[in-house]
């Protein structure tokens, strides 16, 4: 993948970004279509993502979200990158040949850069989850802009760690779906989408692999589709997740892969 400075975003002209994320997409369709399994559920398509057009998705959160068509489903994943589970999270995924987004808390990942890079190294897209995961809603709006953009400078150091050649997406989630309009306006301002869901499965609630795979699989059965959250801290979704994957398969639900739209780009609008 294609290293990028997080602050050098706006920075650039938007030819040369353009080609960037170009580049970045064209990566993510080839591990998309790179499956050794016949029989694994895969990603079906990958969906360009852009802020102009698309600032803020995720009907738990906002009146509109991404443009998914019947049975297709998003998978992303907070508050990680965490040593006993993202690696299991990791290899569910991979054994589909699935590609997620991943939400990274900034002192985790500062903690353990090798998974940061092996989540990326393994095709998948990576946004910020603020610096340590406080209500953005609850603290002053100094300390808020803090969260995030340390948040942000973390994940992009343990990227980049090392001389690695990784890309930070523009995306972002409020812990706990807190935000402010200051916030909202902000991260707006600077071409940042802000991911709510659609669904989720409860799994910060204690409970075991079994009640977490009913939970989410009778919310799917009735909304089709969507962004589906999950947090691959949780033991309980790190040993669950196989299963929900095969019930995708068996189900008929396809994977989309989500990355950022090139500036100029024509993107889906959300719906």
Known sequence: MIKMDRAKWALLPARVLGVVLAALAGSAATHAESCPRKDA???????????ASTPRVGLKSFPQ????ADHEVVLTFDDGPWPATTPK??????HECVRATFF?????????????????AE???IGTHTWTHPSLARIKPGAAVEQIDHGISAVEAALHDGGAAASLAPFFRFPGFESTQATLDLLQSRGITVFGADLWASDWNPMTPRQELKIITDRLSVAHKGIILLHDPKA???????AFLDYLRQNHYRVVHLVPAAPGAKAEVAR
């Open 41 to 51: 559920l895969g990603t079906s398509r990958i969906l360009a993502v852009d802020a």
């Open 65 to 68: 979200t991404l443009p998914l």
């Open 89 to 94: 999270v990791l290899a569910a995924l991979a």
């Open 104 to 120: 990274l808390i900034g002192k985790p990942a500062s903690e353990h850069p090798e998974l940061v890079r092996r989540i990326a």
């Open 123 to 125: 095709g998948h897209t």
């Open 236 to 242: 309980h979704t790190a040993a669950m997740l196989p």
